[in-house]
């Protein structure tokens, strides 16, 4: 298995453009988790979905962000209009069940200048 | 009160020593509890679970105490690989929504 996999794997961009991460979660893996993680703030869980459905989005920063699963093989993160407090390594991890053991992708680290 | 609060070292420690991390967590509903480990500019990956009777796992031994709010990860032996950030990690409520800690991290020295 390939396991997740992310991309891009580096992104750096303007103040105010916009910005999509891509997630794969593990083939079979029904849970899917975006997570940000800076010094500062530690990792931060931003969205959840489970079986495709958002199940908790309490943690998305604001309404510049949003989340998509259209499909269980594939998630999007999009930033619009980026910020530089927007820089941050963006992660997302699959589990096969909620409260199961969480499989990290490489993240993205997001650079916005 | 953060959900999850660790100790962010670091712990520089010389090989062979013994070493323990604590985590307390606020939600006296948690139910679920693991320690993932962060090597530099890497993924967390799961390092172990935390069961209520305490569980082993070669040198890594991970303890629960509920009426504390406290979870604890003691490692013997400490090898020069060890050295990491240590995440506490605890499930909030039955969706299954995994909060973690800021990490501890350990730095072992020859």
């Known amino acids: 298995d390939a396991g997740v996999i992310q991309s891009p794997r580096h992104e750096v961009t303007e103040m105010g453009q916009e910005v999509t991460l891509r997630c794969k979660p593990i083939s079979g893996h029904n849970s899917l988790f975006w997570y940000r993680q800076t010094m500062m703030r530690g990792l931060e869980l931003l969205i959840y979905f489970n079986n495709n459905v958002p199940i908790d989005d309490s943690g998305m920063p604001e309404d510049r962000f949003s989340a998509k699963m259209p499909n269980a093989s594939f998630s999007t993160l999009k930033i619009q209009p980026s910020e530089p407090r927007d820089s941050a390594v963006y992660f997302c991890?699959?589990?096969?069940?909620?409260?199961?053991?969480?499989?990290f992708g490489s993240g993205t680290q997001l650079s916005v200048l | 009160r953060k959900e999850v609060e660790q100790d962010p070292g670091p712990f520089n420690v010389p090989e062979g020593a013994t070493v323990a991390f604590n985590c307390t967590y606020s939600n006296s509903a948690s139910q679920s509890f693991f320690w993932y480990r962060q090597d530099c500019r890497k993924e967390p990956k799961l390092l172990m679970s935390?069961?209520?009777s305490g569980n082993e796992d070669g040198r890594f031994t991970a303890q629960l105490n509920r009426a504390s709010q406290y979870i604890s990860l003691l490692i013997r032996d400490s090898k020069l690989s060890d050295s990491a950030t240590y995440l506490c990690?605890?499930?909030?409520?039955?969706?299954?929504?995994?909060?973690f800690g800021k990490g501890t991290k350990l730095s072992v020295k020859p």
């Open positions: 990690v605890v499930i909030r409520g039955s969706q299954g929504n995994l909060i």
């Open positions: 991890a699959s589990s096969g069940s909620p409260a199961a053991k969480l499989f």
């Open positions: 935390v069961y209520s």
